[in-house]
């Protein structure tokens, strides 16, 4: 069942295009939204977000229209936005906070906004921080914190602007969890630049480049941009600049196949940038395949 629909999305800051006539359509679950600094990724979730009008096109949230005032304050109610930089107040109590966001989002009855606010922080495992001020969190903590407030009113779509950014391992496979819990039960869009995010939690990705989407699909199709374009090779290649030393001691090179190099199995970062048609990657059969 599809929750999100964007038809002909477009934005512009001055000469800059960050939204380009973007059709998307986004259903239950994880969707991973990849891209480069600057491909319009957070453009587009803030206007889902009704944080920003588009210039043209169309949004629609659960059916809703944010165009129209009082479905957008209807759609406001079934979304939960986290944005990169939440600002959270480093005074407040982890609880304090929760419920200062619950007044903002109309929760007037206490004893049923106390009830959410527990509800939340037990969702996030942070039920036992209630009582500890922000500053005090650790930043996987304050990053919980934040999608904490994201679930308050139990929304339908849950959006989420590179939430991992800045966590260590540990606080990073706590936080896909919990993200992977909600996909379950909600629809989930994530935007990330951890290809390894995707690969751990989405069924589905969606890759945005110069304001533009120029790919939809399952993680493993991305992958597949790969094939065929992927080498190991025990001495490093000539010519091609898109290569690294792995760990085995091998040479792993993205685009034309070296001397005497083997086929490897592509990973999800490998189609994402034959897809982007990066320029460490290089010109030839590699660029060719992907315009």
């Avoid at 950014?165 to 869009?189: I, N, W």
């Avoid at 945005?208 to 992927?230: H, K, S, T, W, Y």
Wanted: hydrophobic share 40%; aromatic share 4%.
């Amino acid at each position: 069942m599809t929750t999100v629909t964007v038809r002909g999305l477009a934005k512009r800051y001055g000469a800059t295009t960050a939204l380009d006539s973007v059709d998307l359509e986004i259903g239950a679950g994880v969707t991973g939204l990849l891209g480069p600094n600057g491909a319009g990724k957070s453009t587009l979730l803030r206007c889902l977000a009704t944080a920003l009008a588009p210039d043209t096109g169309s949004i629609r949230v659960g059916g809703l229209d944010p165009a129209v005032p009082e479905q957008r304050t209807d759609m406001r109610r079934r979304i939960g936005y986290l944005p990169q930089n939440p600002g959270l107040y480093p005074n407040f109590t982890a609880y304090d906070l929760l419920d200062y966001v619950a007044v903002l989002k109309e929760q007037t009855d206490s004893r049923l906004r106390r009830a959410e606010v527990r509800r939340v922080l037990e969702e996030v495992d942070l039920a036992d921080r209630a009582k500890t001020k922000v500053r005090k969190l650790s930043g996987g903590m304050r990053q919980r914190l934040g999608l904490a407030q994201a679930l308050l009113g139990d929304p339908a779509l849950v959006i989420l602007d590179e939430p991992t950014v800045g966590l260590d391992p540990e606080q990073r496979m706590v936080f896909r969890a919990l993200t992977s819990r909600l996909g379950e039960r909600k629809t989930v869009l994530l935007s990330t630049h951890q290809t390894e995010d995707v690969g751990a939690l989405c069924e589905r990705v969606v890759v945005m480049n110069g304001g533009r989407v120029i790919f939809e699909g399952a993680p493993r199709a991305l992958a597949g941009v790969a094939d065929g374009q992927v080498w190991l090779s025990e001495s490093a290649p000539v010519g091609n600049s898109a290569y690294w030393r792995n760990a085995d001691g091998l040479y792993r090179t993205v685009g034309r196949q070296p001397e005497g190099a083997e086929a490897a199995k592509p990973s999800i970062e490998d189609g994402y940038l034959l897809l982007l048609g990066n320029a460490v990657v290089g010109s030839g059969s590699a660029n060719e395949a992907v315009r």
